[in-house]
Nanobody, 125 residues
């Protein structure tokens, strides 16, 4: 079975940093495009960042550009989301997901096939 497990969430003060991890089993992330998404109560799930399997092309939503960095380490079958300069509005449950797309990195949740269970990120003082 395909399994994606997010970790690294927690409580952090505004301006702080967190690194989220998406560890996969039952699937090789090297051959998949991976996205990070977030969702807050009462709002639709939002695409945050994605990285293609081919050439590792990255995409970011405007609100996190320059603050978040997505990367992959194929040796350990893991994709990361480094989050710096965190703001209160970044508070959400963060999910990783995969798609079989190779050369494009969509931010639309509907394009992704497999999802993790999410990790809570809370930014507050």
């Amino acid at each position: 079975q395909v399994q994606l497990v997010e970790s690294g969430g927690g409580l952090v003060q505004p301006g702080g940093s967190l690194r989220l991890s998406c560890a996969a089993s039952g699937v090789t992330l090297e051959y998949l495009t991976v996205g990070w998404f977030r969702q807050v109560a009462g709002k639709e799930r939002e695409g945050v960042s994605s990285i293609t399997s081919y050439e590792s092309i990255t995409t970011y939503v405007d609100s996190v550009r320059g603050r978040f960095t997505i990367s992959r380490d194929n040796a350990v079958n893991t994709v990361y989301l480094q989050m710096d300069s965190l703001k209160a509005e970044d508070t959400a449950v963060y999910y990783c997901a995969t798609t079989s797309w190779q050369t494009m990195a969509p931010l639309s949740p509907g394009e992704y096939d497999h999802w993790g269970q999410g990790t809570q990120v809370t930014v507050a003082s």
